[in-house]
Nanobody, 124 residues
């Protein structure tokens, strides 16, 4: 059974940091592109970041560029999202996703596997 399980969310004050993890199981994700998305209440799911296989390229949404860093540890089948200088507008459920087709896209519809999400809440 293929699973992506996010962890590391929580409540943090503005300016603080969190590190999200995405543990993959059920298959090898080393060749997949891994992405992070988020969805705030009443809003559509939006792209946050993706990383290509072998970490060759990382792509970020403009809203998080310079504050968030995506990484992966293929030996652990795990992806990460380091979030610094958090703002209240970063509050959302954060999802990790895997794209085995390596579409090089920010479109969530291209991602095949999804986790159930982890809540991040940033207080003013």
């Amino acid at each position: 059974q293929v699973q992506l399980v996010e962890s590391g969310g929580g409540l943090v004050q503005a300016g603080g940091s969190l590190r999200l993890s995405c543990a993959a199981s059920g298959r090898t994700f080393n060749s997949d592109y891994m992405g992070w998305f988020r969805q705030a209440p009443g809003k559509e799911r939006e792209f946050v970041a993706f990383i290509t296989s072998n970490s060759f390229t990382r792509n970020y949404a403009n809203s998080v560029k310079g504050r968030f860093t995506i990484s992966r540890d293929d030996a652990k089948n795990t992806a990460y999202l380091q979030m610094n200088s958090l703002k209240p507008e970063d509050t959302a459920v954060y999802y990790c996703a895997a794209d085995p087709n390596r579409s090089y896209t920010t479109n969530p519809r291209s991602y095949t596997y999804w986790g159930h999400g982890t809540q991040v809440t940033v207080s003013p």
